[in-house]
């Protein structure tokens, strides 16, 4: 019997055993091959290592999702081939993200053994499922090849928590082989993104998480403990900033990861993070931070159902619109995080920052003269704007759950 999960990118050694199990890939790459049989044996020995330890129930849930979503998906392929209902679609949605939501449901106490129907990544792959459906929909993806969905539902580089590729996107990098010279330079790249992962993980990320955040954490509950108002709001405040740094390094250092990986595999995952805390606005901020999933709830939420509202004409007003968009976007994300208070809250709270910074962008077009760029305001939108998103990590943190 196998022992733990292996965790991917959990530890600076585990870069060694998965670099040098790539290296056929790298060399075949090289001289302008791929080496398809021994990536997809490759990639089951690494989901066997990562999904098939403690009884081997999370490769049980995998393999049973995959199964599951194929089916769903390929019926929905061959329905629209010949027509196209919308309350067929609305059902194809709707059964393909049941695993999802009873996984959700599982966090609750009373329902704790649906979380046996879970796996790590089951959100993201997820995504992968909502969006071919959605793509055979709209008529952009006709002809696709069960094992070509297979191969990008399971990639593996980006399985467990991104980054969220398109799939028409990610068959185009996998089937076009580059050249010696353009691969060449994006291995350079993927080694760069894995010294500037390590960096941001296991030392940047060790320090705020590892070495920080227990004893702000140790504080902050004493202070409570006590009943010390003060001190226990400086303890939150050094908590938030802490906590928001821990996120950001440990996040974007698994996408730096994840993204040097694929490039490795000759795939250029789209980035995560783009200096999310020099946003100038909370808008900004969501073109910068985790941007696979912000843009992947711009296009295949925030979109439809702006346009759906427009098409019913439930508002007149395109700002109201607008507006209503933004709150079941952010909603819906909120929920996708976890069935509790505080998700609900983070997603609820962005969108109305999103809501009063349209608010102010509009202001200031109708009063272009009355506060001019400068260096001053550049820099007071972003104080603002990353002490805003620093208190929307506090509510995503938990913590204040453990304070009521």
């Known amino acids: 019997m196998m022992g733990a999960n292996l965790a991917p990118y959990g530890a600076p050694v585990y870069f060694i055993g998965l670099i040098v199990s790539m290296l056929p890939i790298i060399i075949a790459l090289y001289y302008g091959r791929r080496l398809k049989l021994y990536e997809t044996i490759w990639t089951g020995a690494l989901l066997l290592l990562t999904f098939g330890g403690d009884g081997a129930h999370q490769l049980m849930a995998l393999t049973a999702y995959v199964f599951f979503e194929c089916a769903v998906m390929g019926a929905y392929h061959v329905y629209r081939r010949q027509k196209n209902a919308t309350w067929v679609f609305a059902v194809a949605i709707l059964v393909s993200l049941i695993p999802l939501i009873l996984v959700k449901l599982g966090t609750m106490p009373s329902l704790s053994r649906l979380s046996l129907l879970g796996f790590l990544g089951i959100s993201y792959i997820t995504f992968k499922t909502v969006q071919i459906l959605i793509e055979f929909r709209d008529g952009t993806l006709k002809e696709v090849n069960g094992v070509s969905v297979i191969r990008f539902l399971l990639f593996f580089p980006t399985i467990s928590s991104g980054p969220i590729d398109r799939f028409r996107r990610f068959e185009a990098d996998y089937d076009a082989i580059p050249d010696r010279a353009a691969y060449t330079e994006l291995v350079g790249q993927a080694i760069n ?212």
């Open 193 to 404: 993104k894995l010294f500037q992962g390590l960096v941001y993980k296991f030392i940047l990320g060790f320090i705020f998480g590892t070495w920080l955040l227990p004893q702000v954490t140790e504080q902050l509950m004493r202070a409570h403990h006590i009943g010390d108002t003060g001190y226990l709001i400086l303890m939150l405040v050094a908590y938030m900033y802490v906590w928001s740094m821990y996120l950001f390094f440990d996040f974007a250092g698994y996408s730096l990861f994840a993204i040097a990986i694929s490039n490795l595999m000759g795939v250029h995952t789209p980035a995560n993070f783009n200096a999310p805390f020099r946003s100038h606005n909370i808008k900004d901020f969501w073109n910068r931070w985790h941007m696979t999933l912000s843009f992947w709830f711009r296009d295949f939420i925030f979109m439809r159902v702006s346009l759906l509202m427009m098409k019913k004409r439930w508002f007149k007003n395109r700002i109201r619109v607008s507006q209503a968009a933004y709150l079941v976007n952010f909603l819906v994300m909120g929920f996708w995080h976890g069935l509790t208070w505080y998700y609900i809250a983070y997603g609820l709270f962005h969108a109305s920052a999103i809501i009063i910074n349209d608010y102010w962008l509009r202001f200031k077009g109708r009063h272009a003269g009355m506060i001019k760029h400068s260096w001053l305001t550049e820099g007071v939108a972003i104080f603002l704007t990353f002490n805003t998103i620093c208190f929307s990590f506090l509510i995503f943190s938990g913590i204040l759950d453990k304070l009521i």
